[in-house]
């Protein structure tokens, strides 16, 4: 004979377990729970179901389910032992190291004195290096500079890092002088920056075309905006940097049919979406690489992004032998920088020997102008004293 199962007498149904039982008047009496309501009820001594007089409904939902758990305690059972892991939970605290504090620290220094975003981005990753030494060493930081960098143009942007740094924190120090090299840079011929400027998608090689006919700067070019660009008068307005002037530079047709086949929408402000930092250089440095294995030419290795500035720089002077035109467009601030392509200029193409030409000195600022005026060129200059020549 089976066992009469109790039915629930909130729902009806017969998918009750025993809960326990409670003491009572009339004695012990078993309690029961509902698997499919939760309901909780008992059943008196006569075997007749009645509600009790102390009934209580914890909660309506199935108690065989996930949900039906209230408590977010866990129960471990190890080596017969029972532990509530609520009561031993432990809380994390992330802690930023002192060093990291200070860098962050320094990073809003540069913003509060108004670095550029760029500069502040290329002093981060220096003085992120320079962390794996001692920072509140100087002595130590200069070895570490000395040993670490091998080029003196490198050394001196780590020493400008630091030095901002330290002043930042309120300390200074006696830093070290590196003698900037001198390096002439490398031309190629005018059918391998062609070529060179073939290799990639459509706005890798607008953006090496316009490198190839503004001679502006990589960071320069990333910044030009679809409103720089007058069709018209088929020129583009290259913005200031933190090293130039801003200028107009007149274009090719066939640079602004290129732009114009570029993808444009109406939220694109810049010709050529944002990267991360040095992006392009590394792609375009990829490229060269793979031309100069199927052309077997290992000269496209040497060329990059600035190479364009170069070559620019010395087209411009063949047509023009003006170094005042050429200081402009390439919107140097200051004469002595635009000598140097003079130089480069005379050693690579000037095939006149030096008994052909007459040459003069000027001390003073009125001598140079006047000298230049004349049609005099430039050749360079020795402390106070400037050279320039003309033919014969």
């Not at 149904?13 to 029961?32: A, C, H, N, V």
């Not at 209580?56 to 039906?68: C, F, G, P, W, Y």
């Not at 030494?133 to 200069?142: C, K, R």
């Not at 070895?143 to 330290?166: D, G």
Request: glycine share 4%; proline share 3%.
């Amino acid at each position: 004979m089976t066992k009469k199962v109790p039915t629930c007498p909130e729902c009806g149904s017969t998918k009750t377990w025993k809960d326990g039982t409670r003491l009572t008047e009339q004695g012990k009496i078993q309690r029961y729970c509902c698997r499919e309501c939760g309901y909780r009820f008992s059943k008196t001594n006569s075997n007749c179901l009645n509600a009790p007089k102390n009934v209580h409904i914890n909660q309506r939902m199935a108690l065989n389910t996930s949900s039906s758990l209230i408590s977010n305690r866990q129960i471990c059972v190890s080596d017969g032992e029972m532990k509530n892991l609520a009561k031993v939970e432990t809380k994390t605290e992330t802690r930023t190291s002192p060093i990291a504090e200070k860098i962050v620290n320094y990073l809003l220094y540069l913003k509060r004195r108004g670095r550029k975003d760029s500069t502040i981005e290329t002093y981060n990753s220096y003085i992120t290096i320079l962390s794996k030494s001692n920072l509140e060493d100087p002595d130590t930081i200069a070895l570490f500079i000395n040993e670490n960098w091998k080029e003196n143009s490198t050394r001196n942007v780590a020493v400008s890092a630091y030095e901002a740094f330290l002043k930042s924190i309120g300390k200074t120090w006696n830093k070290p002088t590196y003698k900037q090299e001198s390096k002439k840079p490398f031309i190629p011929s005018d059918e391998e920056l062609q070529q060179a400027i073939l290799t990639g998608k459509k706005p890798n090689m607008t953006f090496s075309q316009i490198l190839y006919e503004t001679g502006a700067r990589t960071n320069e070019a990333e910044r030009i905006q679809w409103e720089d660009i007058d069709y018209a008068r088929k020129k583009i307005y290259i913005k200031a940097s933190k090293n130039g002037n801003a200028r107009f530079i007149t274009v090719s047709d066939k640079l602004l049919n290129m732009l114009g086949r570029l993808p444009r929408n109406d939220k694109q402000t810049y010709v050529f979406p944002k990267k991360c930092r040095n992006t392009r250089r590394v792609s375009f440095s990829k490229r060269m690489e793979r031309l100069a294995r199927l052309t077997n030419n290992n000269r496209y290795r040497k060329i990059h992004f600035h190479t364009f500035r170069h070559v620019f720089a010395l087209r411009t002077y063949h047509r023009t032998k003006d170094i005042l035109h050429v200081k402009t467009l390439l919107g140097h601030k200051n004469l002595m920088t635009t000598q140097r392509y003079v130089e480069l200029y005379c050693q690579l193409f000037d095939t006149n020997q030096p008994d052909q030409f007459i040459t003069k000195i000027a001390a003073t600022k009125e001598e140079r102008i006047n000298l230049i005026n004349d049609g005099w060129t430039f050749i360079k200059n020795d402390e106070n004293d400037w050279y320039f020549r003309k033919p014969k």
